[in-house]
């Protein structure tokens, strides 16, 4: 024994019980919330009631016109040469979102090509543009 002092030693063990439950009760959170998660097309009528978003001023927005002409904000595109296009814009900036907005006259088929050059283009975030719902007194 050492003569008027005690040896001390560190307590090296962790205490692991409220890691566990910690990492239990989000096992459960997110076991609930997984399913929820599912990700699906945004789709929007032409013509909805709901209040119009802000948009901010930077947003590309692309536009098929009655005759099948596709924009990108203000420059013409044919299919072929719309989705390299867009996969330069969005590498920089890929969680920014990308509005579609078409002419109600144009062909479902029409619109749900321009679509699927959209998601080709590895772009997730695709808005609808409509009309708002007029109301009469």
């Given at each position: 024994?050492?003569?008027?002092k ?5 307590l ?37 009631s709901g209040k119009p ?40 900036r ?9 002419d109600?006259a ?20 695709l ?5 708002p ?5």
């Open positions: 024994m050492v003569s008027g005690q040896s001390r030693t560190a090296a063990d962790i205490n692991v019980t409220p890691l566990v439950d910690v990492m239990l009760v989000l096992l459960i959170i997110f076991m609930i919330t997984a399913p929820m998660l599912q990700q699906g097309m945004d789709v929007e009528l032409p013509v909805a978003q802000p948009s901010a001023e930077d947003e590309l927005i692309l536009t098929v016109t009655k005759t099948g002409v596709i924009y990108l904000n203000q420059t013409a595109y044919s299919l072929t040469d719309l989705r390299p296009k867009l996969q330069a814009i969005y590498r920089d890929p969680d920014q979102r990308l509005l579609l907005r078409a109600a144009v062909a479902y088929g029409t619109v749900v090509e321009v679509m699927d050059v959209v998601k080709q283009a590895g772009i997730v975030q808005g609808m543009i409509t009309q719902e007029t109301v009469e007194p």
